[in-house]
């Protein structure tokens, strides 16, 4: 198991798996409005950046998604592709248009969405 580095800090000084989940725990599972919206708020103003590698981008969107999944916030499918859509660069207007287009609402979910960034890149 690899531990990202932003969450070193919170558990370095454990020296017990338990103590060290209890801690991630603590602060991954705390539903309170604040956390909720902090997170709602970074995923629907998340921009990905000129020339920033789609793989990057979306590992940030899932990461958002699976921190608010942990707190019991689902985020619908259909929903984090229609987010990810409109968080993407200049560059990919065309590709946006193409999809938005060429698409009914319900035929793009984040996972498709997904593998054709991926192509596109």
């Known amino acids: 198991m690899t531990i990202a580095d932003e969450i070193i800090p919170h558990i370095q000084s454990t020296t017990e798996a338990k103590e060290a989940w209890d801690i991630l725990r603590e602060l991954y599972e705390t539903a309170d409005l604040g956390r909720v919206l902090f997170l709602r708020n970074q ?10 590698d789609v793989g990057t981008h979306l590992t940030k969107v899932k990461k958002i998604r699976d921190q608010l999944t942990a707190i019991n916030q689902k985020v619908d499918s259909k929903e984090l592709a229609l987010l990810v859509l409109n968080s993407l ?7 946006v248009t193409t999809i938005t287009l ?3 609402e319900n035929a793009i979910t984040f996972e498709s969405l997904c593998g054709l960034l991926m192509m596109e890149e």
């Open 43 to 52: 995923l629907s103003t998340l921009k990905m950046a000129e020339g920033e």
């Open 89 to 95: 660069p200049r560059a990919f207007h065309t590709f």
């Open 102 to 104: 060429g698409r009914q």
